[in-house]
């Protein structure tokens, strides 16, 4: 006896009981003698969520029924394997429908058969079988009896997710239409008096109902006469007593249980209102006071019960509204921060375990599907589906969601929902709560089918589900592109023909019918990809519009799409990732200079997907990159092709990140007002990163062209020094690279090779950045060395030393302000930089003679280099208060007090002129219009390089031109002229400025 104990202890606790001594007494009893040792019925345990709770649940079953039903039940059980497999797998996954077979044993009929092509046994008989029944507690135990059956085929997988929650949809439909003619039958005198219709809300609406919750619905009555003159207020109160008792039917708890509440508060007033309306009260409530989530939840509406043709009425009559909902103004904002709402209401100490509303919860995945139906759905009535999961398969299909998003979402739901189901079946109330304590989770995992290590599976796998279902949400809930469409009217968000050539005169394209064949060509077409564009032409179109050339945005757009448009990552880019559509239209739309450059390497518009790609990188990574480029290429020609591929990708890098910053996007990192001062630095440090790096590589290329790859070692140390805006971090767009070249010789005997060496490697490397190509020209401008254009290209160091010491002007000096080693032997870079410090921050100060020739040189550049014609008051660089007065100011107390006041040791203009300020050289009010008008300027050269493709230091002529360098500097279309007048009026303070400490200090 004690081993046959052991025996079975054993066996019991391998099939996953886990409390095999109880288990072991109730096999043991004479109900279910004739099956203890049926391994068959062991193994059918030990496959259900909670097998103690399955055979707790047989023996009170066995126990209730008398002994002919019990030999029935107990012969079926241990023969027929699906009978089998129901029964046992309800009563170890709910406790709940275990209490109602014990007391209503004789339903484990229900259980027995069903017609498995039939797409809801049991609810046709369900509601036949109630024809004319005034108990509710019949209604009750008929539910009970068909939920089993609905319940069996869940736990025993002959029945998804879809079609379980959309049989229960059903049932409570059922239910519902018991109801009303049960509060029919009691209350006669009412229901003659009034048509009433009951309408499906929420899960139920959208045939997507849980096992246990809320029903929600609106009713809608009418009087019974259709005559003239006919009365509402009775027919409204009939039709709320009617409407109150079939409440009351499905929400009273009696002997029998409850079914569920009924819950009106999605009625117009919530609970405020009146629980009934007329379908006119209906209509003028959504007309004039409904707000956005009101239409968000008509999504789900369908008649379920009572007058089906007033149903149908109130259906047409609302839909439209439904659909137009979008076009409100703060739509898709409103709809994000109810959802925003709905978490933080979530108490703190359950938001880590609320399955529905928390976090990568249920919600998460609802509420991004119903927006997107909600804004793509006004034109695309392929998108109009009530039930989730239908309704993102019809995105995916056209092209809203990727296909591969849609999956995981698809996936993450079905096991969230799949969970809820779990945890409600086990009690059957209402929760979304994940349990806390152990045998919960056990029995919850093991439902899901992890039959080892159950708990932690189930917690793995929720937390990976959740957190995908999250970063989902944040991706297409909150992209841009919703909220653009959304503002678009429901004529424009698709693109008839008419429409659109309408729409592109309107919006200011200066050649329709060019921009008709580019719309054709993109859009035309049954594919994946044209369907997708055609999302989102009618909203780029838009943003094209919003610049100075709509023409040309649209135009290069087209030029990008057939470059990359078989590309699978491109229009997913454009659509799903925050505001790359937006980004790639500012782009586009805002001149010459980034578009020609996207155009040579398209791929770069994969930059414009997220915020980190636009950040500059260091210098020190591109030089890396750069001189690994040029190790890798076969001969020169190579090396410099590579050079130049980094520096057109890092350009654009650079150039996409400032019209980002400048035009904003709708993204919540750009909402805030333009830093002019901050995009102009960064500018200037990303462009001197980039130069540094292809000076670098196009230095190694050219010594490896001279020595062979290192066949012969180049004799000498070789370093460029940048001078001018390259040695001040300040370069534009359109800058020259200002260089000295300097080489120190291995041993000083050699020197007549070394020179040959450094001269040929200089002049090789000059050659390389002068090969002609279409990507903007790195030009090396070497004139400020010794002797100008008539001294040597290449000097040593004591070269270098002998002529400054014997030779140089005051103007040399004051042109090393700014010289700073960029490439080559860094050692050499700094001893010239050691060398010359003493020249540019000359001990004591400038002597007035100094001063006085400074002043001369000045007025003298003033008078004869700027172009005939030109107009001083727009010449950013040499005009009145532009870059050279400021500049020159800087210098001269630099030159005055450097020596003394180390802080204004700095080659940078704006970090030299805080320094000043810092030192009390230059009084705040002065250091402020200075520093403004030098920012201003600098953005006007820069602004004219982005829109013309080539540099230039005054304002444009061509009128499109002009005016998209008004936009690039925050000015409205048809404002150039204020934006003349604030440049003349901002530069001429900074003239007063500088002639008082300039030309009178």
């Not at 006071?289 to 008649?303: G, I, M, Y």
């Not at 019809?394 to 969970?419: E, I, P, W």
């Not at 001969?635 to 654009?652: H, K, N, T, Y």
């Not at 000097?795 to 002529?803: D, E, F, G, H, W």
Request: proline share 5%.
């Amino acid at each position: 006896m004690q081993g046959r104990r052991s025996s079975t202890f054993s066996r019991l606790l391998r099939h996953g009981f886990t409390d095999p001594a109880t288990a072991e007494r109730l096999l043991d009893d004479d109900v279910l003698s004739t099956v203890r040792t049926d391994p068959v019925l062991l193994e059918a345990l030990g496959a259900t969520a909670d097998p103690d709770q399955a055979l707790l649940g047989l023996v009170r079953l066995t126990e209730a029924l008398d002994e002919p039903e019990r030999r029935v039940l107990l012969d079926t059980v241990t023969t027929a394997k699906p009978l089998r497999d129901r029964l046992l797998g309800v009563l170890g996954a709910s406790e709940a429908l275990g209490d109602h077979l014990a007391r209503h044993p004789a339903d484990w009929h229900a259980l027995v058969t069903y017609e498995a092509a039939d797409l809801h046994p049991g609810i046709a008989e369900f509601e036949r079988g109630l024809a004319g029944a005034e108990d509710p507690d019949a209604l009750r135990a008929a539910y009970r009896r068909c939920l089993l059956g609905i319940a069996a085929r869940d736990v025993c997988g002959t029945s998804d997710l879809v079609r379980t929650a959309a049989e229960l949809a059903d049932l409570a439909t059922a239910t519902l239409r018991v109801a009303l003619a049960i509060a029919s039958a009691e209350q006669p005198g009412d229901a003659a008096a009034c048509r009433l219709a009951v309408i499906g809300m929420g899960k139920c609406g959208g045939h997507e109902l849980n096992y246990v919750s809320d029903v929600d619905v609106i009713f809608v009555a009418e009087p019974v006469e259709s005559a003239a003159g006919a009365e509402e207020n009775p027919a409204l109160q009939a039709a709320t007593r009617l409407a109150a008792r079939m409440m009351r039917v499905c929400s009273d708890t009696t002997a029998e249980g409850t079914i569920w509440p009924v819950d009106a508060n999605l009625r117009p007033e919530g609970k405020n209102g009146p629980l009934v309306r007329t379908l006119s009260s209906h209509l003028a409530y959504y007309k004039r006071w409904a707000k956005t989530w009101e239409f968000q939840a008509l999504l789900k509406a369908r008649p379920m019960a009572g007058d089906a043709a007033l149903g149908q009425e109130y259906m047409a009559a609302i839909h439209p509204m439904v659909w137009q909902a979008a076009e409100r103004d703060h739509f898709v904002t409103d709809v994000q921060q109810m959802r925003r709402r709905v978490v933080d209401n979530i108490p703190a100490a359950q938001v880590d375990r609320e399955l529905k509303l928390g976090p990568g919860g249920l919600r998460d995945v609802e509420f991004a599907v119903q927006l997107l139906q909600l804004v793509h759905g006004r034109s695309d009535l392929s998108l109009r589906s009530p039930t989730t999961l239908t309704a993102l398969g019809q995105l995916a299909a056209g092209g809203y969601v990727g296909r591969a998003d849609a999956s995981s979402l698809d996936d993450a739901y079905r096991f969230l929902r799949l969970m809820e189901h779990r945890i409600q079946l086990q009690k059957m109330r209402r929760t979304h709560l994940v349990p806390e304590d152990e045998a919960s989770l056990r029995r919850l995992g093991r439902g899901l089918g992890y039959r080892s290590e159950p708990v932690a599976t189930l917690n793995r796998e929720w937390k990976r589900h959740a957190m995908e279902v999250r970063r989902l949400h944040e991706k297409l809930f909150y992209r841009p592109l919703l909220d653009a469409v959304a503002q678009l009217g429901a004529e424009e968000s698709r693109l008839s023909t008419d429409a659109a050539r309408e729409r592109l005169q309107a919006l200011g394209y200066a050649d329709p019918a060019a921009a008709m064949r580019h719309l054709e060509a993109l859009a035309n077409g049954v594919t994946r990809k044209a369907a997708i564009q055609r999302t989102l032409l009618p909203v780029l179109l838009g943003w094209f519009a919003d610049s100075a050339d709509p023409d040309a945005g649209l135009l290069g757009f087209r030029k990008v799409s057939d470059a990359l448009g078989k590309t699978p990552w491109y229009l997913r880019l454009l659509r799903d990732e925050g505001a790359a559509a937006q980004r790639l239209a500012r782009v586009l739309s805002s001149g010459r200079l980034a578009p020609d450059l996207l155009m040579r390497a398209p791929e770069a518009v994969a930059m414009l997907g997220s915020n980190d790609a636009l950040v500059p990188r260091e210098p020190s990574a591109l030089e890396q990159e750069v001189l690994a480029a040029v190790g890798r290429a076969a001969d020169a020609e190579q090396a410099i092709a590579a050079v130049r591929g980094v520096r057109r990708r890092e350009l654009f890098r650079t150039a996409a990140a400032d019209l980002v910053d400048t035009y904003g996007d709708d993204t919540e990192e750009h909402q805030e007002a333009v830093d002019a001062a901050a995009i102009v630095d960064r500018v200037g440090s990303a462009v001197y990163g980039l130069t540094s790096a292809t000076l670098a590589g196009a230095l190694r290329a050219a010594v490896n062209a001279v020595t062979g790859n290192d066949a012969q070692p180049l004799p000498t140390r070789f370093a460029i020094i940048g001078m001018g805006r390259l040695g001040g971090r300040e370069l534009g767009y359109g800058s020259d690279a200002d260089v000295l070249f300097v080489h120190e010789p291995y041993d000083p005997a050699d020197g007549g090779e070394a020179a040959r060496a450094a001269l040929a490697v200089a002049d090789e490397l000059r050659r390389l950045l002068q090969i002609p190509t279409a990507d903007p020209p790195l030009l090396i401008d070497s004139d400020l060395r010794p002797e100008g254009k008539s001294g040597p290209l290449v000097r040593t160091l004591a070269s270098y030393r002998a002529y400054y010491d014997r030779w140089s002007l005051v103007w040399e000096s004051q042109a090393l302000l700014r010289a700073t080693q960029v490439a080559g032997d860094p050692g050499l870079g700094e001893r010239f930089i050691a060398m010359i410090d003493p020249l540019r921050y000359p001990e004591g100060g400038l002597s007035e003679e100094a001063v006085r020739e400074i002043r001369r040189l000045k007025a003298r550049m003033e008078s004869e280099r700027v172009p005939r014609g030109a107009d001083r008051t727009l010449h950013a660089k040499l005009g009145r208060g532009g870059l050279s007065d400021i500049e020159w100011t800087v210098q001269l107390l630099q030159m005055q007090h450097g020596a003394r006041l180390p802080s204004l040791r700095s080659t940078g203009t704006r970090r030299a002129l805080a320094a000043a300020h810092a030192e009390g050289l230059i009084a705040t009010e002065d250091m402020r219009v200075l520093d403004d008008a030098w920012v201003l300027a600098t953005r006007v050269r820069n602004a004219v390089m982005l829109v013309r493709g080539r540099p230039g230091d005054t304002f444009p002529g061509d009128g499109k031109e002009l005016a998209a360098v008004g936009r690039y500097l925050g000015y409205p279309p048809g404002h150039v002229g204020d934006m003349l007048e604030d440049y003349r009026r901002r530069t001429r303070r900074a003239r007063a400025v500088v002639e008082r400490l300039f030309y009178d200090g």
